[in-house]
């Protein structure tokens, strides 16, 4: 079972998943923004259901700290299709899901600051709301570079918004009343909507009929609304099927949006009943004067909706972006006609004006209203609902008569891989990355008592506590142990967990020592990341008590500079027992932190003073540390932390910083001068033809010179 298990486990890689792209377009900085590169390698190592922090450069001094969660916008049954017209028949032929990692979340610290970023192997699309600054990810059609940027720093005329309008009948009154009826909450946990989605040769046509690209873009629009209600109206919306058209073949003649959205109801109502949904959605990339849908349709034979006028990516300020349209907003929205909500305006009382040429409250309208009507454009709009359309939207779904998704399977219970130090018990939530289907809490309902090798196990807690493992006196490396669960349903499944024992960093030994830490200052060029210090030469040295320098504007500690200047902080640290510790490092601009060979913190790249974290299980003793350090403009700080082993979190004290020190006449390195040195002496005397430790002076020869030195060290 052991090796069984270990063929599932996955590491991440410590690099940045995005950073500053080496060179930076001329047409990315006329508008303000920044071009990015992005891991895509280290983007495939993140599982669906992963959470994970990165970290996105505006070209600002401080980066976007964003915590996301990968989700998947597909069903599990899902089908891909790419069709023509052949001989008044159409032909399709199935095709693999898009190569698609879509993440929802929100900026460290502020879950009110929306986030979103879907990348594909052609693309890359987010967005950023964090109150003060709409950040937009997004490529051009031909992929050239990725950038982001502020769109609240864009003139509006820049971005030639599209005056698109919505074609769905005004009515003069809607209200957020509850229906009749009750609505469970299915078995998909979140329940989610189960959209099809159609669409014309026109939207794969932004791609260059390239159907791989466009279905990508079909995820990430579908992604990104799913994104938005999951976190406004508490369902998700995923995608059961998609159409692509690889030719100018496709079965759609009309040329308005009203017009196209009864053919394309007519079309799935006569021919598409195969396809289980709840909606059914197309996606245009025609000149069709905007979106259209029907209202509060879902799971009926009216279930349609049609958004036209796509633009193929999220909007960007440049020349061949001729139109400007914000995709997402015209989805959600049309959708949101789906689910039973009329526009903004309609309510009474209405919660805007600018469908009624009144545009004073413009700024910061809603999905469902008329706002980028107003000056401003597409500017105007955040990404959500009204609190009053949200009311509206969750009452109508509370009375629909269909289930949002449920395809009875079992809960998964997946694999727990928990690291562990042999004498020390270890409690290990288990059902923290469980998943069920019913939206219910798992519980445990069995479990192991006695491990592979003889650990015991015991619940603590309660049936949704967790287990402690205490392992077995021996020593070993791995160990396992099964456990059961149940959801709310009655299914149940087993899991298991791996037990990996680490054994700490063995403590160093130091011939000699003294107080404090050596530091090397380094006169560098502009630089965007930390240099390869190694093949530099420093520019001076001193000994610091410890590593405690908070940002300045002026010169840094003994550098001598204020601007472009490296720092290699190299030292011991004595922790007091064997434990795991969490070394910090916060610096302004980048920064590294080294345990003997093993990088522990990366805080590499240009910001602000900013702090990252990294855990060691070290014996107790000394420890050689090398902080890397650089600056390349304003600010220059760095401090070095540590908690663990009894100490709160706290900077490395004066007190726990050491540092290497040779000892006059200690010709074999032990750090004492003794009769085995004298003997050294005696026995290399004479001329030396290399590198020989017992010539002291450095004078070529072994002489009497190096023995009164040594004998002058022997006597004191």
Same mark, same amino acid.
């Given at each position: 079972m052991i090796a069984g298990l270990l063929g599932v486990i996955a590491s991440l890689g410590a690099a940045p998943l995005a950073q500053e792209a080496p060179s930076q377009p001329a047409e990315v900085t006329a508008f303000g923004g920044v071009a990015?590169?992005?891991?895509?390698?280290? %983007? @495939?190592? /993140?599982?669906? +259901?992963?959470?994970?922090?990165?970290?996105? &450069?505006?070209?600002?001094?401080?980066?976007?700290?964003?915590?996301?969660?990968?989700?998947?916008?597909?069903?599990?049954?899902?089908?891909?299709? %790419? @069709?023509? /017209?052949?001989? +008044?028949?159409?032909?399709?032929?199935?095709? &693999?899901?898009?190569?698609?990692?879509?993440?929802?979340?929100?900026?460290?610290?502020?879950?009110?600051?929306?986030?979103?970023?879907?990348?594909?192997?052609?693309?890359?699309?987010?967005?950023?709301?964090?109150?003060?600054?709409k950040w937009v990810l997004a490529q051009p059609p031909d992929g050239r570079w990725t950038a982001i940027y502020d769109l609240n720093t864009i003139d509006p005329a820049d971005m030639r918004w599209i005056e698109s309008t919505c074609q769905t009948p005004t009515l003069t009154t809607a209200w957020p009343e509850p229906l009749s009826?009750?609505?469970?909450?299915?078995?998909?946990?979140?329940?989610?909507?189960?959209?099809?989605?159609?669409?014309?040769?026109?939207?794969?046509?932004?791609?260059?009929?390239?159907?791989?690209?466009?279905?990508?873009?079909a995820g990430t629009l579908i992604g990104a609304v799913s994104s938005i209600y999951l976190e406004d109206v508490d369902f998700a919306v995923q995608i059961c099927y998609l159409r692509l058209w690889d030719t100018s073949s496709d079965p759609w003649t009309t040329g308005d949006s009203g017009a196209r959205l009864s053919e394309f109801a007519s079309y799935w109502n006569s021919s598409m009943g195969h396809v289980d949904r709840h909606l059914a959605h197309m996606l245009s990339g025609q000149g069709l004067g905007g979106g259209v849908a029907y209202v509060g349709v879902v799971c009926t034979g009216s279930g349609y909706a049609v958004s036209g006028n796509l633009s193929g990516s999220f909007p960007l300020p440049i020349e061949d972006h001729s139109n400007n349209n914000w995709d997402l907003m015209v989805v959600a929205h049309e959708t949101g006609h789906n689910c039973g909500t009329l526009h903004t305006h309609d309510y009474n009382p209405p919660i805007d004006g600018c469908g009624n040429n009144d545009c004073s409250a413009a700024w910061g309208g809603t999905i469902m209203s008329y706002c980028h009507l107003c000056s401003g454009g597409m500017s105007n709009m955040v990404m959500d609902f009204h609190p009053t359309v949200q009311t509206t939207i969750e009452n109508y779904i509370a009375g629909i008569s269909c289930e949002l998704g449920g395809d009875g399977s079992p809960p998964v219970a997946n694999l727990d891989d928990v690291q562990a130090v042999l004498g020390e018990s270890i409690d290990i939530d288990v059902l923290l990355n469980d998943y069920v289907n019913d939206c219910s809490e798992p519980t445990i309902i069995d479990h192991d008592t006695t491990s592979n090798y003889g650990g015991t196990i015991e619940l603590i807690g309660g049936e949704s506590g967790v287990l402690r493992y205490t392992p077995p006196a021996e020593s070993i490396s791995l160990d396992g142990f099964l456990y059961d669960i149940i959801d709310g349903s009655g299914q149940d499944d087993r899991g298991g967990v791996l037990v990996h024992f680490i054994l700490p960093k063995p403590a160093d030994s130091p011939t000699s020592v003294a107080s404090g830490t050596m530091v090397q200052y380094y006169d560098l060029d502009a630089l965007s990341a930390l240099p390869d210090f190694d093949t530099l030469t420093p520019i001076g040295e001193e000994v610091l008590a410890d590593i405690n320098l908070a940002s300045t504007n002026g010169v840094f500690a003994g550098s001598g500079l204020s601007d472009d200047v490296g720092a290699v902080f190299e030292g011991l640290i004595e922790v007091p027992i064997t434990t795991n510790y969490t070394l910090y490092v916060e610096s302004d601009d980048g920064s590294r932190l080294y345990v003997g060979d093993e990088m522990v913190v990366d805080n590499d790249g240009l910001h602000g003073m900013h702090e990252e974290a990294g855990q060691i299980l070290l014996a107790a003793g000394l420890h050689r540390v090398r902080v890397e350090f650089f600056e390349r403009g304003g600010g220059a700080g760095v401090i070095a932390r540590i908690e663990g082993g009894g100490l709160a979190k706290q900077v490395i004290p004066a007190d726990r910083w050491w540092h290497d020190v040779s000892v006059v006449g200690d010709v074999d390195g032990d750090g004492i001068v003794n009769i085995e040195d004298i003997l050294l002496i005696l026995a290399d005397f004479g001329s030396c033809a290399g590198s020989c430790p017992g010539d002291l002076d450095d004078d070529g020869d072994v002489d009497v010179d190096d023995l009164l030195i040594t004998l002058g060290a022997f006597a004191g």
């Open positions: 990015i590169a992005i891991d895509r390698d280290l %983007v @495939a190592e /993140i599982n669906i +259901g992963d959470r994970c922090t990165i970290s996105l &450069p505006t070209g600002q001094r401080e980066s976007l700290s964003l915590e996301l969660e990968r989700f998947e916008v597909f069903t599990k049954d899902a089908k891909v299709v %790419v @069709a023509k /017209i052949e001989g +008044g028949h159409i032909v399709e032929h199935e095709v &693999p899901q898009p190569t698609l990692a879509v993440f929802r979340g929100h900026v460290t610290g502020d879950e009110r600051a929306e986030a979103f970023l879907a990348i594909g192997p052609s693309s890359v699309n987010g967005y950023v709301e964090d109150g003060q600054a009826g009750t609505r469970s909450r299915g078995i998909d946990c979140p329940p989610s909507l189960r959209m099809a989605i159609e669409t014309d040769w026109q939207f794969t046509s932004l791609f260059g009929g390239n159907t791989e690209a466009s279905g990508e873009y």
